[in-house]
């Protein structure tokens, strides 16, 4: 058997669920350590995973009694940066839940440390992982639809909540959105480089803040990312993983978050205004985890490897300021760069 990876799990609410079914599903890791401000949450996972490591209610002490390779952070996004430059400073890998950061001043430090301490931080991105998606990258991939000019997404979920997100001043764009953007990046292969973003609160709405949201992305190669959504749709509701079209130069593609994805190309030539085309479903029919446990997956290869993840911060931060970017536009009422937020090159 190879190296086996002393986790120290810290933050232990709703999400840890997912993180821990996947690496006690593990040969190459050994939980070595619970932690929660909580004293009864880190024992209902001990219980529930049946696990015989310690618990403790401060992730300093904690790392510093357990000495872990690798943490796992499952706390608030508030707290991220604090467990992870902790825990890099430690000498220790971080995985982390999305998102990366609650800011870019904190995101861009936590990049620098996991650089100068030459330790890793990837950021959980489950929806990339999905066996669905990555049969729609494919399209994109392999140009069946050509060369790809446009990408638009749109999220509509009827979400009573309650609790922060209903305070919030922008809970679509600040809670949800990194998942949707960072899928777009996925698909797209491209990177953004400028985003126009309005926000705004529909009537019915049960949020103080702006619920829904319109973000117009330019991306690189010349790509146009459009994303529409709500969290307050009085119905025709979309998936959780959005209803996506793509738009290239010989063909196009969608998906719908819950079916196989298509791309349809081969219009007739002699038709000046034609609505056949010739349309292919596509399965990858991968049998490779899926989700969290997918995510985990590529985390681990990438640190038994000695290379980054494909959810690395280093490349994570520009889904997160993708988000920081939108706010920003829609707070300003302009066209805001990438550029003005992180390096780029
Ligand atoms: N990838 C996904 O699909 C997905 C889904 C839900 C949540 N999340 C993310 O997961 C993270 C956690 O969300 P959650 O839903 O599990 O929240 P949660 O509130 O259920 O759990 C967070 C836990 O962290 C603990 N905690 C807070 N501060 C701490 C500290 N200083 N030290 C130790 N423990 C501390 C809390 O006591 C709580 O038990 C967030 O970043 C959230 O955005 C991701």
New binding site residues.
Partial sequence: MGKQFRVLQ???????NSWLTALTGREDVIIAGL????KN?AQDKKDKFNLSCPIYTD?EVAIEEIKPDLVID????E??H??VTTALNAGCHVFG???LADSIEHALDMVKTSATTNKSYAV?Q?RRFLKDIRSFQSIIANQQIGALGFLGASFYIEAHFGGFRDLMDSPLILDMAI?TFDQARFISGCDPVSVYCHEFNPPGSWYKGNASAVCIFEMTNDVVFEYNGSWCAKGSVTSWECDWRAMGSTGAAGWDGKSLPWYETNSDPNNRFPSDYDKHVVDIKSNAATG?AGCIEDMMNALIKGVPAQTDCKDNIKSLAMVMAAIKSSQEQRKVYLHELIDLS
């Avoid at 932690?35 to 909580?38: A, E, G, P």
């Fill in positions: 810290v933050g232990c609410g709703g999400i840890s932690v929660d401000l909580h949450h992730f499952n706390t608030i996004p707290i991220h604090r467990v839940e999305k998102p959980m489950n998942h969290h």
